[in-house]
């Protein structure tokens, strides 16, 4: 999503997985991408996503991965922070579902931090 937005693109393509879906579900709306939907190109699932663009500047500039294979990074809900003084936005995989850390922090649940973004 990175690379598509500050090449001045539309639309992104990602191969289809449940996962996937729930962290777009997620960034839409938290206001970071316009839509997603799911097609089929080739005979394979794929996920369209819509990016979000504020006055011809990509709403998404720069993602951070927290967790990877090789260190998962787990937050307690006393852990979750704002990122980049709240302009940025924390992504968690918690048992609710993926949730931003705003929603988390509401919700009173820790979990995986998978990405920051801004």
């Known amino acids: 999503m990175k690379n598509g937005s500050l090449a001045?693109?539309?639309?992104v393509f990602f191969p289809y997985s449940k996962m996937k879906e729930q962290i777009s579900?997620?960034?839409k709306k938290e206001g970071y991408v316009?839509?997603?939907i799911k097609k089929v190109k080739k005979d394979?699932?794929?996920l369209e996503v819509?990016?979000?663009?504020?006055?011809k500047k990509p709403k998404i500039t720069e993602v951070e991965r927290i967790s990877k294979q090789s260190r998962r990074?787990?937050?307690g809900v006393k852990d979750i922070h704002k990122v980049r003084n709240g302009s940025g936005l924390l992504v968690l995989s918690t048992p609710k579902g993926i949730l931003s850390g705003k929603v988390a922090r509401k919700?009173?649940?820790?979990g995986e931090a998978l990405f920051r973004l801004w």
């Open 107 to 110: 919700e009173q649940v820790g």
């Open 34 to 36: 316009n839509s997603f």
């Open 8 to 11: 001045g693109k539309e639309t």
């Open 50 to 55: 819509s990016l979000m663009y504020v006055d």
């Open 25 to 27: 579900e997620c960034l």
């Open 44 to 46: 394979q699932p794929v």
């Open 73 to 75: 990074v787990y937050f």
